[in-house]
T-cell receptor, first 111, second 114 residues
């Protein structure tokens, strides 16, 4: 079955610093989804990547999917307190199965 | 526009008591519906999904069950709760084009079994 490993598990950065979160799959990815969750709330969709080498950006968040489609990274530039939360990657490896998720990366941004 | 409602937001139940969590979606027809659970150290775990009324697929064997009595209603139930059922339960929906689609999540139910 599909397994996703996220690293790091938690991250504390100073406001204004850049950071990267990684998501590695045990199988080739059909689609990779990034979500953000504030504590005690539902997940908010950030981005979806499907093609090897694809890169997408939204405001100060950039996500990439490697050429082999087994790893994705999420990069935040000049972090702000509003970026704090749990970032989860979700994936499908067949094109028609429900998404499975990694355990998440808890991000704290301190002033 | 589409919206998803999930309730209650918080629930404290004794061990052995029944459970019923409800989720409804508005603004779309024949959505795919999902129940996930988020527990400490275990990440987001898929429990059930449904592609239509009365059609339920279970991903994890346990004392929970799900039902879809109406097109846009998804219910998570248990006859007798266990301590291990504690967690944050999330309902989600996706467009009816396939299961591997972008998910829209509800606001979640924090269940504490004591």
């Amino acid at each position: 079955s599909q397994e996703l490993e996220q690293s790091p598990q938690s991250l504390i950065v100073q406001e204004g610093k850049n950071l990267t979160i990684n998501c590695t799959s045990s199988k080739t990815l059909y689609g990779l989804y990034w979500y953000k969750q504030k504590y005690g709330e539902g997940l908010i969709f950030l981005m979806m990547l499907q093609k090897g080498g694809e890169e997408k950006s939204h405001e100060k968040i950039t996500a990439k999917l490697d050429e082999k489609k087994q790893q994705s990274s999420l990069h935040i530039t000049a972090s702000q307190p509003s970026h704090a939360g749990i970032y989860l990657c979700g994936a499908d490896n067949s094109g028609n199965t429900p998404l499975v998720f990694g355990k998440g990366t808890r991000l704290s941004v301190i002033a | 526009s589409q919206t998803i409602h999930q309730w209650p937001a918080t629930l404290v139940q004794p061990v052995g008591s029944p459970l019923s969590l409800e989720c409804t979606v508005e603004g779309t027809s024949n959505p795919n519906l999902y129940w996930y659970r988020q527990a400490a150290g275990r990440g987001l775990q898929l429990l059930f999904y449904s592609v239509g009324i009365g059609q339920i697929s279970s991903e994890v064997p346990q004392n929970l069950s799900a039902s879809r009595p109406q097109d846009r209603q998804f219910i998570l139930s248990s006859k007798k709760l266990l301590l291990s059922d504690s967690g944050f339960y999330l309902c989600a929906w996706s467009v009816p084009q396939g299961l591997a689609e972008k998910l829209f999540f509800g606001s979640g139910t924090q269940l504490s079994v004591l």
